[in-house]
């Protein structure tokens, strides 16, 4: 069974910058054609997409985050990492790895909480 565990800090000072791992179990990151996903829902919204690695290690972002926001990976490892920079308490949300792309999700960790404040 395939499994995602997202991990890091629940609480981020404002101005930050926010670092998660998601470790992945039972599938490996440079299987051809998986991409593995960032995704989070702030509270009383809607999911978000952030960013993606692919199994080749190209990575994608959204555009509206794309200037404070990295994608990477450790294959030694099994995890990918999302950084995002100069958080601000719009950015709290419980944030969610994933594998798949394009709305396309198979897999998915339970999500963890972050919250931005002072």
């Known amino acids: 069974q395939v499994q995602l565990r997202e991990s890091g800090p629940g609480l981020v000072k404002p101005a930050q910058t926010l670092s998660l791992t998601c470790t992945v179990s039972?599938?490996?990151?440079?299987?051809?054609?998986?991409?593995w996903t960032w995704i989070r829902q702030p509270p009383g919204k809607g999911l978000e997409w952030m960013g993606a690695?692919?199994?080749?290690?190209?990575?994608y972002v959204s555009p509206s985050l794309i200037s404070r926001t990295s994608v990477s990976m450790n294959t030694a490892k099994n995890q990918f990492t999302l950084q995002l920079s100069a958080v601000t308490p719009e950015d709290t949300a419980v944030y969610y790895c994933?594998?798949?792309?394009?709305?396309?999700?198979?897999?998915w960790g339970q999500g963890t909480q972050v919250t931005v404040s002072s």
């Open positions: 690695i692919g199994f080749n290690g190209n990575t």
């Open positions: 994933a594998r798949g792309l394009d709305s396309d999700y198979d897999y």
């Open positions: 039972n599938s490996s990151l440079t299987t051809n054609y998986y991409y």
